[in-house]
């Protein structure tokens, strides 16, 4: 299944309820609105709406260098695998800035990663796709970009 492939998509082509709740996360980050109801009700899309794809839309800048981006996946709970996944990004130019890992319950750890993109680091598709890639990577998630 595809679900995980990432587009560049140009903003003609996008429904409208996608760009809404791409102003709706902006109202939110802005900090002019304080609450999800208060920026759903702003840009006129319901509260499921939005939960159903804020975490699947951003928006594209070109300059996406000197950013931070928050990864979370789900990953084996194997030797070596961590040292695999902190290689990949290392070869791919980008920094990492914080790790978490939960206990592995069932064999199965969450990861969480705050990845600094910087001028020389790949392509941040190019960066997630070889993470994914990685033996023991069940899947790859952005929560965020800064």
Do not use: C, W
Request: aromatic fraction near 6%.
């Amino acid at each position: 299944m595809d679900d995980d492939k990432y587009y560049i998509v140009k903003k003609k082509a996008l429904p409208e309820v996608l760009l809404k709740v791409v102003e709706a996360k902006r109202l939110l980050d802005s900090e002019r609105v304080l609450t999800i109801q208060e920026a759903t009700d702003a840009v006129e899309i319901s509260r499921s709406s939005f939960y159903k794809y804020k975490d699947d839309i951003f928006p594209f800048h070109e300059n996406n260098r000197g950013k931070t981006i928050n990864l979370m996946m789900q990953v084996d709970d194997v030797p070596g695998l961590l040292s695999n996944l902190l290689n990949e990004i290392a070869k791919a130019h980008a920094n990492i800035l914080t790790i978490h890992q939960s206990i592995p319950i069932g064999g199965i750890a969450s990861l969480t990663l705050g990845v600094e993109i910087l001028p020389q680091t790949v392509e941040v598709a190019n960066l997630i796709e070889l993470v994914e890639r990685t033996q023991g990577v069940h899947y790859v998630k952005i929560l965020g970009r800064e």
